[in-house]
């Protein structure tokens, strides 16, 4: 258990919907991280909070967005999604942003989109 | 951004024998980590490496950066049933965003 969470665990959804994948860093850590895993693209950057500031964008969407609340705990919201969009999300975790720091993943949201 | 290439992208290895996965950028890195994914989970980190020629040791598994520090190994002796699943390597770069390789599955045969 690295201590990170993430809900739901799956969700199903059709084609245009929007969906909220929610993130709770592990305790005392200040920096959220946001990674797609597909069959096709492997293990992709999204986008980085630290302390509820956006530091870092990957390749992520105009369609996504994220953010980081004063609890820091993260949210990724995916809107009017395609069939493209169905991968494993996943949060990760750390204490700074220092290239050093370990990131520590959470279990996990697998979207299917029908 | 960085990128880095692993070799190769699958294997099968029999219980008991040793393997290597491989790493290799086309430019100079200025750290490394290692990730492993069980079937199913999420990963996990295991190591990172910053010096050159740098080799660290975990139980079976031996991580080495090398000289130039543009590649990495990761060799794992006397395999075993649990060593199964995908290891990445990843390059942390600005603000410690990772650049993931694409991974080597690793199918452990009993």
């Known amino acids: 258990d690295s201590g990170v969470t993430q809900t739901p665990k799956h969700l199903i959804t059709a084609t245009g919907q929007r969906v909220t994948l929610r993130c709770s860093p592990r305790?005392?850590?200040?920096?959220v991280y946001w990674y797609q895993q597909s069959l096709d693209q492997g293990l992709q950057f999204l986008i980085q909070?630290?302390?509820?500031?956006?530091?870092a964008k990957g390749n992520i969407l105009e369609r996504f967005s994220a953010q980081q609340f004063p609890d820091l705990h993260s949210e990724l919201n995916l809107s009017s999604l395609e069939l493209g969009d169905s991968a494993l999300y996943f949060c990760?975790?750390?204490?700074?942003?220092?290239?050093?720091?370990?990131?520590?993943f959470g279990p996990g949201t697998r979207l299917t989109v029908l | 951004g960085q990128q880095v290439m692993q070799i190769p992208q699958y294997q099968h290895v029999q219980e008991g024998e040793d393997f290597t996965t491989y790493c290799n950028s086309s430019?100079?890195?200025?750290?490394i980590q290692w990730y492993k994914q069980r079937p199913g989970g999420h990963p996990v980190f295991l190591i990172q490496?910053?010096?050159?020629?740098e080799v660290k040791k975990q139980k079976r598994l031996t991580f080495q950066f090398g000289e130039a520090k543009k590649n990495s190994s990761l060799h794992i002796t006397a395999t075993q049933t649990t060593d199964v699943g995908t290891y990445f390597c990843?390059?942390?770069?600005?603000?410690?965003?990772?650049?993931f390789g694409k991974g080597n599955q690793v199918v452990v045969i009993p």
């Open positions: 909070y630290y302390n509820g500031e956006e530091r």
């Open positions: 305790s005392g850590d200040l920096s």
């Open positions: 430019t100079t890195l200025s750290n």
């Open positions: 990760a975790s750390s204490v700074s942003t220092r290239h050093t720091d370990t990131q520590y």
């Open positions: 490496l910053v010096k050159s020629g």
């Open positions: 990843a390059v942390g770069s600005g603000n410690n965003r990772l650049a």
